[in-house]
T-cell receptor
C-alpha cells in the first residue's frame, strides 16, 4: 500500500506570490491533516478535513486555506506569501479520523519564500 | 489549553547506551491520548506508540519502552542498547478527546554515535 504522497517536495517562491501544495492520502483513508514545521515554532496544526469537510482549524491567518476532494486528496493554499511562511509542510492521513487514530505522515513539502 | 514539553533539545550518546527521552504534558481534560513519533532525516513522522489516559500500563516493544505516569503527567520513552539507526528527532504529542489535532512537543534530537 502506498504511503502518503506530497507534491512537490521542494518549492521556492517569492514574497507576495501564492502556492498550492498537494497531498494524496493512503488509499481508504478519509481524514487528512496539515501541519507546519519550523525551527522556531515546531510542529503546528493547520487544519483537518474529513469527507470534504473542514472539521478543525489551527491558529493561522486566513491566507492559509485548504480543501479536500471526493477522492480524499487534499490541497492547501497559501496566498500573499511572507518570509515567515518558509517551512516544512506535512500532510497526514488516518483511516477513520477518530481522535485516537495514529496519523500517517508524508515526507513533506519544503517551502522557501525569498 | 494543552501543552507538551520536551525539555531535552538534544541528546548524544554512544551506541549501546540506554537513553530516556522525557515528555511532560498539560491538559485539564480527563480523556486524552498521548503519542510518540520519530522523524528521521527523510522528513516524515513515523508513529511509534499511542496511550490513552485510562491506560497507565507501561509498554515494551523490543528495545523500546514507554513509561506513562498520570501522577506526574509524564510519558517517557526509553531506548535500550541504542543503535545508530535510532538517530532521529523524536516528538511527543497529545490530543484530547473530540479534537482532531495533535499538540506536539518541541522534539528531542537524538544522535547515536558509533
Amino acid at each position: 500500500k502506498a504511503g502518503v504522497t506530497q507534491t512537490p517536495r521542494y518549492l521556492i517562491k517569492t514574497r507576495g506570490q501564492q502556492v498550492t501544495l498537494s497531498c494524496s492520502p493512503i488509499s481508504g483513508h478519509r481524514s487528512v491533516s496539515w501541519y507546519q514545521q519550523t525551527p522556531g515554532q515546531g510542529l503546528q496544526f493547520l487544519f483537518e478535513y474529513f469527507s470534504e469537510t473542514q472539521r478543525n482549524k489551527g491558529n493561522f491567518p486566513g491566507r492559509f486555506s485548504g480543501r479536500q476532494f471526493s477522492n480524499s486528496r487534499s490541497e492547501m493554499n497559501v496566498s500573499t506569501l511572507e518570509l515567515g511562511d518558509s517551512a516544512l509542510y506535512l500532510c497526514a492521513s488516518s483511516l477513520s479520523g477518530a481522535t485516537y487514530s495514529p496519523l500517517h505522515f508524508g515526507n513533506g513539502t519544503r517551502l522557501t519564500v525569498t | 489549553a494543552q501543552k507538551v514539553t520536551q525539555a531535552q533539545t538534544e541528546i548524544s550518546v554512544v551506541e549501546k547506551e540506554d537513553v530516556t527521552l522525557d515528555c511532560v504534558y498539560e491538559t485539564r481534560d480527563t480523556t486524552y491520548y498521548l503519542f510518540w513519533y520519530k522523524q528521521p532525516p527523510s522528513g516524515e513522522l513515523v508513529f511509534l506508540i499511542r496511550r490513552n489516559s485510562f491506560d497507565e500500563q507501561n509498554e515494551i516493544s523490543g528495545r523500546y519502552s514507554w513509561n506513562f505516569q498520570k501522577s506526574t503527567s509524564s510519558f517517557n520513552f526509553t531506548i535500550t542498547a541504542s543503535q545508530v539507526v535510532d538517530s532521529a528527532v523524536y516528538f511527543c504529542a497529545l490530543v484530547i478527546q473530540g479534537a482532531q489535532k495533535l499538540v506536539f512537543g518541541q522534539g528531542t534530537r537524538l544522535t547515536i554515535n558509533p
